[in-house]
């Protein structure tokens, strides 16, 4: 596991929220779903979050994205431009775009490099995160489901930021490519620099990858602790069951 640097990359302070549910006439009531949430996001740490579905999960990364208002608290970042790994490639990606158009557009909107540094910045990310140079011409349905998500990572880290949200980002792949992808997204914080929130239903994903672990019932963090501690001596029934869940 790797040593905590005690520099903050992310403080959630507090945090309650939810969100708009869409009714008959226009917007419907407001459904809360977090309530006082707290915890901090070192530099260098790999934070994993942790719960059944409907425990509020991705309704916390949305907010701390800033896609969702909080309703109290607040939301603190350390870092410029954090970003998503989506969990379903497939969808993160656009059909009709090759991988070359996919990871180049970000850079084009940010209007900051010529042509040529973009390319080069593309080849580069695609080396990083190891897939082919004749990716790049590919669309999305020409490739792998690991290939897809190795384009999603690299979609995410190509305006290099230092603090990334991964949720649930194996769990449409088999057990051969998660391995692959938790091991390559180990490679990328070393060498990278980089800080994630990791969301799973599967303590084993988090057990294998994650410094740190947040466990969430009913949006709210119930128990929190380092992974060897947590899953030795874990303190809460319910974070018993998701053990006892997962062997």
Same mark, same amino acid.
């Given at each position: ?121 593309? *080849? %580069?990310? =695609?080396? $990083?995160?190891? /897939? ?10 020409? !490739? ?44 990328? *914080? %070393?060498? =990278?620099? $980089?800080?994630? /929130? ?10 294998? !990858? ?38």
């Amino acid at each position: 596991m790797n040593q905590r640097d005690e520099t903050l990359v992310l403080r959630v302070d507090h945090l309650s929220g939810g969100y708009r549910v869409p009714g008959l006439f226009g917007r419907g009531g407001y459904k809360d779903v977090l309530h006082d949430v707290t915890f901090d996001l070192h530099h260098g740490e790999i934070l994993g979050l942790v719960g059944e579905s409907g425990s509020g999960k991705s309704t916390l990364a949305k907010t701390i994205l800033g896609m969702l208002e909080p309703r109290e608290g607040s939301v603190t970042h350390y870092t410029k431009r954090p970003q998503m790994i989506f969990q379903d490639p497939s969808s993160a990606l656009n059909p009709a775009y090759s991988v070359a158009w996919t990871l180049e557009e970000p850079l084009r909107i940010y209007g900051k490099y010529d042509a040529a540094e973009r390319r080069r910045r593309v *080849r %580069d990310m =695609l080396e $990083l995160v190891e /897939l082919p140079e004749e990716c790049l011409a590919a669309r999305p349905s020409e !490739l792998s489901g690991g290939q897809r998500q190795r384009v999603c990572i690299a979609a995410a880290l190509i305006q290099r930021p230092r603090f990334l949200i991964a949720d649930e980002p194996v769990s449409a792949l088999d057990v051969t490519i998660q391995a692959q992808i938790l091991k390559l997204l180990k490679k990328l *914080r %070393d060498e =990278l620099d $980089l800080s994630y /929130l990791f969301i799973s239903h599967d303590l084993n994903v988090v057990y294998q !990858l994650c410094d740190s672990v947040l466990v969430m019932k009913g949006g709210r963090v119930i128990e929190q602790g380092r992974v060897e501690e947590l899953y030795a001596h874990p303190k809460e029934d319910y974070t018993r069951q998701l053990l006892a869940a997962g062997e």
